[in-house]
């Protein structure tokens, strides 16, 4: 999607190691997300940033944490990762909280 | 915790008829949102509703907001192949800068 890109796309990666997913945008936004999404949850919020060094913890936070640097980096780590956390995380970012979400495509995270 | 609750969970149509999907919430919200997924993409933002606003229209896309009732419905009039898709609604549950989503609507338009 134009403006926000998430890398890589797809990852499979082995129980215990540490994942780090990536969330770039080029629209100078304040706010961003992580949300995984899941069969029969629909999206689930991780983590979010609100600017530069400001993140708080969202609906199902165990076991990620998040870093944002940068404006336009929003970073997800999966500390050590396990099997329940196989999912397809979406980043998001928006310029204000009355304003529409613009997603990324996507990664799509196995944990084997 | 899911906020918004899409009823059906499915809903098949023929090329030409409407279709009209519903969300009910708990909180009081500022906003709603309605998103749209095809299969293996992301969301996109289709439509967002203020709490202090009833309809509002894009397209053809016509949605409601009942406060009273803590629901609203999408209606997508004149369907197309092209709206198969997943269509989920958002609220910020009127306690932040961030959307909880309900686990979407799968609507399948045959043509």
């Known amino acids: 999607d134009a403006g926000i890109t998430q890398s890589p796309r797809h990852k499979v990666t082995e129980t215990g190691t540490p994942v780090t997913l990536r969330c770039h945008q080029t629209?100078?936004?304040?706010?961003m997300y992580w949300y995984r999404q899941d069969p029969g949850h629909g999206l689930r919020l991780i983590h979010y940033?609100?600017?530069?060094?400001?993140?708080d913890k969202g609906e199902v936070s165990d076991g990620y944490s998040v870093s944002r640097s940068k404006t336009e980096d929003f970073l997800l780590t999966l500390e050590s990762a396990t099997s329940s956390q196989t999912s397809v995380y979406f980043c998001?970012?928006?310029?204000?909280?009355?304003?529409?979400?613009?997603f990324g495509s996507g990664t799509r995270l196995t944990v084997v | 915790s899911q906020q918004g609750e899409e009823d059906p969970q499915a809903l098949s149509i023929q090329e030409g008829e409407n279709a009209t999907m519903n969300c009910s919430y708990k909180?009081?919200?500022?906003?709603l949102q309605w998103y749209r997924q095809n299969s293996g993409r992301g969301l996109v933002h289709l439509i967002l509703?203020?709490?202090?606003?009833r309809e509002k229209h894009s397209g053809r896309l016509r949605v409601t907001l009942d406060t009273s009732k803590k629901s609203s419905s999408l209606l997508i009039t004149a369907s197309r192949a092209a709206d198969t898709a997943s269509y989920f609604c958002?609220?910020?549950?009127?306690?932040?800068?961030?959307?909880?989503f309900g686990a979407g609507t799968i609507l399948r338009v045959k043509s």
């Open positions: 998001a970012i928006a310029s204000g909280i009355d304003y529409g979400y613009t």
């Open positions: 629209e100078n936004h304040r706010y």
């Open positions: 940033s609100y600017g530069v060094k400001d993140t």
């Open positions: 909180t009081s919200i500022n906003n």
């Open positions: 509703i203020r709490s202090n606003e």
């Open positions: 958002a609220t910020d549950a009127a306690y932040g800068n961030k959307l909880v």
